[in-house]
């Protein structure tokens, strides 16, 4: 780009075009430019030295995790910064299909756009994206505000991913739930939608239901008492869920289907759907399921708080993820 | 936190506690969380899906390289979010200190805060922080502004990272220049200082100080003339590079003290200082050196654009750093 960058480039003219080495961080960074648009609210988009974005709202909302969080504080999505870093000998076409990536995420929310970002150089391929978000005179839906009374509801599919990972592992490659695992589609206006149906409380269900539901029942000191019956599984899962197992071999009877499929249902996480509590007698919309109601903050015999129960059992399966476990 | 993680806890129990394997995610974000406080602008800090920031200029500014790229846009440092990758068996320790280093670049900025981040499991450590700024009011400076008759003054160090990295080459653990490798310390407020007295065009020196200022050059369609004479190097940088030099073996005669010096000048990165260009007649702070003019745009006899020169002729050395080549 610059006088002084293309003398550099010069010197490694020998290095293969079709790799990062061979186009230069520059080349790189021009081919994302060109991939990426800005959008309206990009004052100052890709190649200075920060972006700038307006927030008219007054306040800005961020994550460095995904999407779907801006989503869970009842925020629109506005803006996402990708840090790349690579190895000197990955393919462009790599970056190529990953500017096409988030092109088509931001492309799910009218408005966002990549508006920058950083490129470095490391042994293997990793990326951070940082989303920042707009609420719209929104009150921020936090973790805390839930209260006994309320009901608890969820708005995109719950075990999806976790089936869909079960499903590869299994040499299923393709269907709905390969394709939930492989690229989740957070419901990301479900989240602002909910905010304005007045949510007391909200969190994106990425390390499963059980665990982030958890979350807010430790931050609002609340019991949330989830209905069995409500959480399904349905068909697709006891379906994959069937196909999973027949094909598990080893000693001891095996898991039933319906367990395994719960269980994707209570502990998948991936699939970025909301969680929400709201007061009683909110009229929800159809892609809010009610799957519980929440009660007042209990603790165990053993004086342990209970934070999630089913039916009023506490339920004794691992509950999701922890990174460091 | 959580009852549910809890449980999960306990099944880890056996683990050193003095590994991030050991306190696990939500104990290690506790530790982050307690060393971090919110700051004046901080309306959601760590512990929800996002951080929500005041931003009552109604625009932000991003970035996920260094908060001196904030700063080059004339804006104030107003947020870090802090996206941590780490081995399971990483020591809490090595956590503790990022969170206190984190903590002290912060206390360099008034009103600027760790909000949030994200931490997750890797092979190796990795570190990716965005940064959020905040103008005041003032238009951002790009890279794009410089005209003719400009003149040219960076603020902070030029090739103090670099002569470090070369002392510690040569088995120099300490110092001043050692120092400055280790833990930069940009001149965040010289960026809105420089703002407010009508910078035309800002970069942050990341890559060297003719690779960044030929950024500005093709940015703006100008030539940038330095000054041999203003750019020193002084006296610390000399001795440096005759103590790197004096440990030299090798064929052929030893490139002399000077060059070695003014090349750390010229192309080491590192340091982030600041390089701007002002209208003519604009008074300068003390802490702004003109090193430059700034002179229509201009090719050489092959028709290639001229970026940066130094008393009117091209630089044949390597002009500064591409990531991928």
Not at 54 to 75: E, H, K, Q, S, W
Not at 172 to 186: H, I, M, W
Not at 274 to 291: D, S
Request: glycine fraction near 12%; charge should be negative; charged fraction near 15%.
């Amino acid at each position: 780009m610059s006088t002084s960058a293309g003398i550099r480039r010069r010197t490694i003219a020998g290095d293969d075009p079709q790799t990062l080495a061979g186009v230069g961080e520059f080349g790189l960074i021009a081919e994302l430019r060109a991939a990426l648009p800005a959008g309206p609210r990009t004052l100052v988009g890709i190649g200075d030295d920060a972006a700038v974005l307006a927030t008219p709202d007054g306040r800005v909302v961020a994550t460095t995790d995904c999407l779907a969080d801006l989503a869970a504080m009842g925020a629109v999505p506005s803006a996402l910064l990708v840090a790349l870093a690579a190895p000197a000998d990955l393919p462009v076409s790599w970056a190529r299909e990953l500017a096409a990536g988030l092109a088509a995420e931001c492309a799910r929310v009218p408005g966002a756009a990549v508006i920058g970002g950083d490129t470095a150089r490391a042994a293997s391929v990793l990326l951070a994206v940082t989303g920042l978000g707009d609420l719209a005179g929104r009150a921020p839906v936090l973790r805390s505000g839930s209260a006994p009374g309320d009901v608890v509801a969820v708005a995109g599919p719950l075990g999806h991913a976790a089936a869909g990972l079960a499903l590869l592992a299994a040499g299923r490659t393709e269907g709905p739930l390969v394709a939930a695992q492989r690229r989740p589609a957070p419901p990301y206006d479900a989240g602002p939608e909910a905010a304005d149906l007045g949510a007391t409380a909200m969190i994106d269900i990425s390390d499963g239901l059980l665990a982030d539901l958890g979350h807010v029942a430790d931050a609002s000191g609340v019991l949330i008492d989830l209905s069995r019956a409500a959480l399904g599984p349905g068909d697709s899962l006891l379906a994959a869920a069937s196909f999973v197992s027949s094909g598990r071999t080893g000693r001891g009877s095996p898991t039933p289907p319906d367990v395994i499929a719960l269980n994707w249902v209570l502990s998948g996480g991936e699939d970025h759907s909301l969680a929400a509590t709201f007061p009683p007698g909110v009229a929800l919309p159809p892609r809010w399921t009610p799957i519980g109601k929440v009660h007042p903050g209990q603790a165990d015999p053993d004086g342990r708080r209970l934070g999630v129960v089913i039916d009023a059992q506490p339920w004794q399966h691992a509950a999701g993820w922890d990174h460091f476990a």
